[in-house]
């Protein structure tokens, strides 16, 4: 069974830092591309970052431009979603979600385009 796991949420203050993982089971996470979103209370879904099979980093949000990072460990069959400077608009249920038909690039940043959805992790940024 094909399955995503987003994990590392937690509550933390402006300014402060988290990472997120995306752990995959019954996959290997290598040959897919990996997407982060979030949903806001009251908001749309909204696309953060992705990195293609074969590296390639799409930004989804201008927001979080120069704050977020995305990385894969393919030993570890794991994605993260290292995330500085955070604030209070970052608050949200993150996602990730996985695409196996981009290398170079990235699915778009609605996300119809993904195959398997993690369950999501809970970051709340407040002082």
């Known amino acids: 069974q094909l399955q995503l796991v987003a994990s590392g949420g937690g509550l933390v203050q402006p300014g402060e830092s988290l990472r997120l993982s995306c752990a995959a089971s019954?996959?290997?996470?290598?040959?897919?591309?990996i997407g982060w979103f979030r949903q806001a209370p009251g908001k749309e879904r909204e696309g953060v970052l992705c990195?293609?099979?074969?590296?390639?980093?799409?930004n989804y949000a201008d927001s979080v431009k120069g704050r977020f990072t995305i990385s894969r460990d393919n030993a570890k069959n794991t994605v993260y979603l290292q995330m500085s400077s955070l604030k209070p608009e970052d608050t949200a249920v993150y996602y990730c979600?996985?695409?196996?038909?981009?290398?170079?690039?990235?699915?778009?940043?609605?996300?119809?385009?993904?195959?398997?959805w993690g369950q999501g992790t809970q970051v709340t940024v407040s002082s």
């Open positions: 990195i293609s099979s074969g590296g390639g980093i799409t």
């Open positions: 979600a996985a695409n196996e038909d981009y290398y170079y690039t990235c699915p778009g940043s609605g996300g119809v385009e993904y195959d398997y």
């Open positions: 019954g996959f290997r996470l290598t040959y897919y591309a």
